[in-house]
């Protein structure tokens, strides 16, 4: 059976690449190190963000101590908001992968932009929806995927660019999903022995990428 990515992007929804612009300085903005935890799961919320420099992590935590990857942000997307909504806890972590700078957008924040921008109520809809989706298939997968597994399904979920190259280092793929430099390497070059990757400098090339999805979906 096939299996369904875990990242999640705005472009995957078909909104405007600028959607979330209103946001940028709508809220308090703040700078974090790399590595900083944005908010934990089983927190209140009492806003959401906007990223608006760097690249932030979210997980799940399992009480055994593993973490799921859930998704990995980067600079204009939004994140938190389901809980800035429902007004439950957290139902995952976010952490930084890099520095990055945010804007925390609370209830007046929000309301101003709905204000001057009334189109953001349905594109939020829209991503909420989005984001529903991604959470039940994670309920949905009731295993880990092998290292290997895990690197190739994130490298799939990371493309979004036209010309099928993702910009990272092995450190900052082996600290999103919990796994040393030395495995992603190993892994890479292995991919890119079999021709699926090209690797450069702080990039990965995708090759292949129907042959990347069907090595994940095996079983």
Known sequence: MEYQYEYFLSQSLD????VWQPFAKAGLVRR???????????????????????????YLSSTDGNERLLTVYK???????????DGQP?????????????????????????????SLIFSLLKYLSGTVRMLSTH??????LPADKRIVRLLLNMDARSDHTIAGTHEEIGYALGLSRVTVSRVLNALAKKGWVALGYRSIRLLQRDALKAYISEP
Do not use: M
């Not at 909104?15 to 600028?18: I, T």
């Not at 900083?36 to 420099?53: M, S």
């Not at 600079?75 to 909504?85: K, N, P, S, T, V």
């Open 15 to 18: 909104l405007p690449e600028d």
């Open 32 to 58: 974090y190190p790399r590595g900083k935890l944005l908010y934990a799961q089983g927190e209140t919320a009492e806003c959401f963000y906007y990223l608006r420099a760097g690249r932030i992590k979210t």
């Open 75 to 85: 600079q204009g997307d939004i994140l938190g908001e389901a809980a800035f909504f």
């Open 90 to 118: 957290r139902v995952s972590s976010a952490q930084l992968l890099t520095n990055a700078e945010v804007a925390a957008i609370d209830r007046p924040a929000l309301e101003a932009c709905l204000i001057e921008t009334p």
């Open 139 to 144: 309920l949905d997968t009731t295993s880990f």
